[in-house]
Antibody, heavy 112, light 107 residues
């Protein structure tokens, strides 16, 4: 069974930084591209960032480009999101998602 | 960037009805489209990938069609557990943008 467990969320001041982690299990991690998707309370889904199977290709949404960095460690079956220069509008639940299905339960980031 | 226009934003229907949701891409994405279902307080669930392929475990009353720029999700014979919010997402190129969502409410 695909399991994705996010961690690292919390409350941070504007301008601060956080690093989210996602621990993957139940599948061969380095067979899949991965992404981060966020959802502000009561709002729709927003794609934040994606990475291919070996980390050689990454992409970012316009609202986070230049501030967030996605990475992965296939040896540790882990996905990361380094978030810098955080703004109030970055407040959201952040989900780790596997290409072709499988989502974590999300971790809440509050910038205030 | 490829923009996804989803409609309608809201739809009201009854158990047993059939419902169709549409999604239009701002440029050709071939079959690179996914549909998700999300219930309040839960993570999204993949229903359809590659525009028409049903994810394992998803009931056959869900179906997807389309290619290029125009896509549809059809739910036939609505069940009580189908009332939720549905999103399309293009997976052709980064950024893999989502549509704004369609909330399916019980009439």
């Amino acid at each position: 069974e695909v399991q994705l467990v996010e961690s690292g969320g919390g409350v941070v001041r504007p301008g601060g930084s956080l690093r989210l982690s996602c621990a993957a299990s139940g599948f061969t991690f380095d067979d899949y591209g991965m992404s981060w998707v966020r959802q502000a309370p009561g709002k729709g889904l927003e794609w934040v960032s994606g990475i291919n199977w070996n980390g050689s290709r990454t992409g970012y949404g316009d609202s986070v480009k230049g501030r967030f960095t996605i990475s992965r460690d296939n040896a540790r079956n882990s996905l990361y999101l380094q978030m810098n220069s955080l703004r109030a509008e970055d407040t959201a639940f952040y989900y780790c998602a596997r290409v072709m299905g499988g989502w974590g339960q999300g971790t809440l980031v509050t910038v205030s | 960037d490829i923009q996804m226009t989803q409609s309608p934003s809201f739809v009201s229907a009854s158990v047993g009805d059939s419902v169709t949701i549409t999604c239009r891409a701002s440029q050709d994405i071939s079959w690179w489209l996914a549909w998700y279902q999300q219930k309040p307080g839960r993570a999204p669930k993949l229903l359809i990938y590659a525009a028409t392929s049903l994810q394992s475990g998803v009931p056959s009353r869900f179906s997807g069609s389309g290619s290029g720029t125009d896509f549809t999700l059809t739910i036939s014979s609505l069940q009580p557990e189908d009332f939720a919010t549905y999103y399309c997402q293009q997976t052709s190129s980064f950024p893999n943008n989502f549509g704004r969502g369609t909330k399916l409410e019980m009439k």
